[in-house]
């Protein structure tokens, strides 16, 4: 009884002591991960596959949380991701959707960052696909194609496609969906209806980080539609298009610039088109 009983606690201390170990050596691991230069080697999914043998989850957990952590200490040090930085982090959620087809969260971060932050909306519309295969119930995936193809792409028949499968999904057939599709087919309306995306986009998410990344974009968006129906009134009023935005303060239409919630400064390109220098990223 009494050997039992020493060899189940010394057990417990070898179980303590390993488990002290492991999580210096893992938190020692996302510092060096947050601080080095430069990304590692990404083999192909298959191999990761074969190396995993049954615990595909835990795989993909890793791969995902590795190049979160190595964004995230860019975004701590103020830095952008270069282009091959970037690269090795899709290759991470490529991999980590591999291992697991419904881990929604490489998913989101293809949908909301890849597409915004990185300009690598080709990338991010590969992930949303492999959702919109897998996560078949999940009208939101769609949803998120629907918008990347309409924004970023300006194709509007694909947008229209994507919002109409939305809305055959479970919880997608509440009428925003179809009458979006419709609103696609109107010329000039794209802030406006990138404005209906995001808030429909904000109705449906309760994570704070998620929804302030929202708001933001939004926010940039209303200033945005607000320049252009300032120019369209210029237009109107004086039979000529503005040479700047400053040319609507002169005239009185407005009698100030919004500020851009990135910290950039909008302007009128050659084309009359509303932009920001901030690229809203």
């Keep these: 009884m009494m050997q039992s009983l020493f060899i189940a606690v010394l057990i417990i201390i070898i179980a303590i002591i390993g488990n002290f170990f492991a999580i210096s050596r893992v938190s020692s691991e996302r510092n060096l991960l947050r601080e080095k230069e430069g990304t590692g080697l990404i083999l192909p999914s298959s191999v990761y596959k074969v190396i995993a043998l049954e615990f595909k989850g835990i795989f993909s957990d890793i791969m995902f949380s590795r190049a ?3 964004y995230g200490g860019k975004l701590i040090r103020n830095e952008k991701p270069t282009e091959k930085e970037w690269g090795w982090i899709y290759r991470n959620m490529d991999a980590a959707t591999d291992l697991d ?8 971060f293809g ?3 890849l597409a915004w932050d990185a300009n690598k909306v080709k990338e991010s519309n590969i992930l949303l ?3 919109f295969r897998y996560r078949d119930w999940d009208w939101t995936i769609p949803f998120y ?8 792409l300006q194709d509007n028949e694909k947008a229209a496609y994507y919002l109409m499968e939305g809305a055959k999904r479970p919880g997608g057939s509440g009428g925003l969906l179809p009458t979006l599709a419709a609103r696609l087919s109107y010329q000039g309306k794209k802030t406006e209806n990138a404005i209906i995306f995001l808030q429909e986009m904000l109705k449906k998410t309760d994570d704070k980080n998620v929804r302030w990344i929202y708001e933001r974009r939004l926010a940039a968006l209303k200033a945005i539609l607000f320049l252009e129906g300032a120019a369209a009134a210029y237009q109107n009023r004086f039979k000529a298009r503005p040479d700047n935005l400053d040319g609507l303060i002169a005239k009185g239409i407005i009698s100030e610039l919004p500020q851009d919630p990135y910290g950039g400064k ?6 009359g088109l509303i932009k920001t220098t901030s690229e809203m990223r």
């Excluded at 087809?101 to 989101?108: K, M, N, Q, V």
């Excluded at 194609?145 to 970023?152: D, E, I, K, M, R």
Aim: net charge negative; charged share 20%; no cysteine.
């Design 145 to 152: 194609l629907g918008f990347n193809h309409f924004y970023f």
């Design 101 to 108: 087809h419904y881990f929604l969260d490489p998913y989101y």
């Design 266 to 271: 909008f302007y009128m390109d050659k084309d």
């Design 111 to 113: 949908a909301m960052t």
């Design 129 to 131: 696909e492999k959702a």
């Design 68 to 70: 979160m952590t190595y």
